[in-house]
């Protein structure tokens, strides 16, 4: 059974930090392509950071010099650390594995970010 478990959500004021994690299990992590994904109220989800099984990373320019992603494949675990989080930033986030035609989501953890 595929598990992908997110923590580290939580309030935060504008400007401030946080940093998730994602731990997986039931799957090999190594070979897996691993992000976060956001959704905001009425929004539709996005991505905010994949880092790929060979290491190479993409954000989009929303996010890009405030957050990043990094993987343990020892621990099965992937991480997004936020840095100078803004109201905007506020969202259900994601975990997602992806390998071939299988993708596996976590159930998500909410960042608010107070203005």
């Known amino acids: 059974q595929v598990q992908l478990v997110e923590s580290g959500g939580g309030l935060v004021q504008a400007g401030g930090s946080l940093r998730l994690s994602c731990t997986a299990s039931?799957?090999?992590?190594?070979?897996?392509?691993m992000g976060w994904y956001r959704q905001g109220s009425g929004k539709k989800r996005e991505m905010v950071a994949v880092?790929?099984?060979?290491?190479?990373?993409n954000y989009p320019d929303s996010v890009r010099g405030r957050f990043t992603i990094s993987r343990d494949n020892a621990k099965n675990t992937v991480d997004l650390q936020m840095n100078r989080l803004k109201f905007e930033d506020t969202a259900v986030y994601y975990c997602?594995?992806?390998?071939?035609?299988?993708?596996?989501w976590g159930q998500g953890t909410q960042v608010t970010v107070s203005s």
């Open positions: 997602n594995a992806r390998y071939s035609k299988y993708e596996h």
């Open positions: 039931g799957i090999m992590f190594s070979i897996n392509d």
């Open positions: 880092i790929t099984s060979d290491g190479r990373i």
